[in-house]
């Protein structure tokens, strides 16, 4: 992992980009972190964007952005991201409609498709980001493996999340292995606890559901959990990774959003990054 190559998935600090966008992507610079994979624009323009990046020395790499969306007003929303600059587009949650296990799911094989077609004809790829669910079998096989099998590389690259692969059932770093060749990007996120009913409500989704007991699943800044990123990020970059992306859905342990961003990028500078 090069120091230069360590990027901040924007959501992980939501609550600061709401007060104070730009103010917030300097901090995200001032942190370490050379790129910013942005979740949403927060009503500004695109080339405003771009131009505060470029200002700041931070790279807009990419963006998650809804499946509906995509699908949507896809011409519309891919030019938005091909004006801020970013090389990647990524799917980054399923609904349940659209699940493993559900007619949707097929949905969301042949519309990557299409959206993959119509990044790659404007020089940019798209990427997948997965949850736990995709560890789904369908007749034996890893849903997530399924969508990487019916859509090829041509059109869609692998966005692993190495936490949900753990929570998944999924030794991370070996499951990183297996796509070598096929991770531009990898997320790197720290947890701690077990899988529960509770763990969408931590990412913005079923907030209604509380956490209640003591040992629920917690998102926690990189070092501070149960992940062995030195194993993952010796996989991921031997199989040709080139931007490991921090990401923390909600702060925890009694930090912050942007204390937990800063923690994050500290640990990789001063243990893993060379």
């Known amino acids: 992992m090069k120091k230069e190559k360590i ?35 927060y009503g500004n323009d695109p080339l405003e964007v771009k131009k505060a990046c470029e200002e700041m020395g931070l790279i807009p790499l990419s963006a998650h952005v809804p499946f509906a969306e995509l699908m949507d007003r896809m011409e519309e929303t891919i030019d938005c991201y091909k004006k801020l600059g970013v090389k990647y ?3 980054p949650y399923l609904t ?15 519309g990557a498709r299409k959206i993959g077609e119509a990044l790659a004809r404007e020089g940019m790829v798209l990427q997948y980001h997965n ?64 899988k529960s009913e509770n763990m969408y409500a931590l990412i913005g989704i079923d907030e209604d559901k509380k956490k209640e007991t003591e040992g629920d699943f917690e998102f926690r800044p990189l070092g501070k959990g149960v992940q062995n990123f030195p194993a993952i990020v010796k996989a991921a970059d031997e199989g040709g990774a080139e931007w490991f992306i921090v990401e923390q859905d909600a702060p925890s342990m009694g930090y912050t959003s942007l204390e937990c961003a800063q923690i994050s990028a500290k640990y990789l500078l001063e243990n893993i990054a060379e």
């Open 131 to 194: 949850h736990d669910f995709e560890f789904a079998r369908i007749d034996g096989e890893y849903a997530l493996d399924i969508l990487y099998r019916e859509v090829g590389p041509e059109l869609l690259q692998t966005q692993l999340d190495t936490c949900w692969v753990n929570v998944g059932g999924v030794n991370p770093a070996e499951y990183v292995k297996k796509y070598a060749g096929r991770i531009p990007t990898v997320h790197l996120k720290d947890f701690a606890g077990s």
């Open 7 to 41: 990027a901040l998935q924007a959501y992980s600090v939501r609550d600061q980009l709401q007060e104070d966008f730009f103010g917030t992507l300097k901090k995200i610079k001032e942190y370490g972190y050379s790129g910013v994979e942005f979740a949403g624009l």
């Open 89 to 91: 587009v990524v799917i």
């Open 96 to 110: 349940p409609e659209y699940r493993p296990g559900t007619p949707g799911f097929q949905t969301v094989i042949d």
